[in-house]
């Protein structure tokens, strides 16, 4: 028997220089700046005095310190409260609109189904400050266009940046630029749907309501699944729509959404261990939600399946 021809070294070692890029990049710009972000963290600044001179300001050891400050902030509690109630709006209204555009979409007899496609997944390709820009400057009374059509009927002009109207003018944003991604997303799913089950369907005397509700999006459902996790994680990120309207009311603090009171420790304050301990408690708040979502939703689904 002949034995077998070994591999030249280079033909054995060419998928870890195909992998290395990737892990170079991946080291550099995702582990590097966690594992500094949470050095920062454990760390603190002491000053000696008036805090001049060299040595004056000395970088110790604080522990779990910053921490526990931040879990205490009243400020960052209260950012997170507010995002709740953001989240509340957003993520069932935008949901809802994809699954019922994307239904429509996938209707039998849909009249320029390509234009609608586009005109209702083209605001998602607007960056988020120029939305809100946009949306900030119809809000303004005095510049809006709607506010004009208001006064000239004589109807009531309710101050949309201001009070607990501001959170739907917010949610309002995200909804108009992510309402076409999840459509997107849920639609190309229901596209994958085979014909033989929606004819099955049509056969067995279902309208298109009923196939809607009994086939499509139960079919759908791990795309759902998928589009409820990232807008989670979406409005748990919130930070360019409120920083962008700030300067147009003094109803959003510096300190609205928690990602804000981090910019805010970093760079206005100069606190960054502080806001390194909180940009930690963001990522992992957003890491236990997100997998225990995950976990549930998989669950759900093997219940079924035993079923």
């Known amino acids: 028997m002949t034995s077998a021809r070994r591999k030249p070294y280079g033909v054995k070692g060419a998928p870890y220089g195909f992998l290395l890029p990737a892990t170079v990049l991946f080291v550099l710009f995702f582990a590097l700046p966690i594992g500094y972000a949470i050095w920062l963290s454990l760390h603190k600044v002491r000053v ?9 300001r000395k970088e110790v050891w604080a522990g779990i310190g910053n921490y526990t400050d931040a879990l205490t902030d009243g400020e960052l509690v209260d950012g997170a409260l507010r995002v709740a109630g953001y989240g509340v709006i957003v993520v069932p209204v935008m949901l809802g609109l994809a699954l019922l555009f994307a239904l429509m979409l996938d209707a039998e007899k849909v ?3 390509p234009f609608t496609r586009l005109a ?3 605001p998602y390709a607007i960056p988020g400050v120029v939305a809100a820009l946009l949306w900030g400057f119809l809000y303004l009374p005095d510049v809006s266009p709607f506010y004009f059509v208001l006064d000239k009927l004589g109807l009531p002009q309710p101050n949309l940046l201001d009070g607990g109207p501001l959170y739907l003018a917010l949610s309002n944003i995200a909804v108009w630029g992510g309402t ?10 229901l596209r994958a749907i085979p014909a033989e089950v929606l004819e099955a369907a049509k056969l067995d005397g279902a309208g298109p309501l009923q196939t809607a509700l009994r086939v499509k999006i139960p079919m759908v459902a791990p795309s759902l699944v998928l589009t409820f996790f990232f807008s989670i994680i979406a409005t748990l990120q919130v930070f360019s729509e409120p920083t962008t309207l700030k300067p147009l009311t003094n109803s959003v603090s510096t300190t609205w959404s928690p990602l804000m ?9 100069g606190d960054i261990h502080a806001a390194a301990a909180e940009a930690v408690i963001i990522a992992v708040a957003t890491l236990v939600l997100s997998f225990g979502f995950l976990r549930a939703a998989n669950s759900r689904t093997k219940q079924e399946e035993a079923r």
């Open 120 to 122: 209702i997944f083209l």
């Open 261 to 269: 009171k981090v910019y805010r420790d970093a760079f206005n304050t």
């Open 180 to 189: 076409g991604f999840n459509m997107i997303v849920i639609y190309t799913s």
């Open 48 to 56: 000696k005095g008036l805090g001049l001179g060299a040595g004056a």
């Open 111 to 113: 009249r320029l189904a």
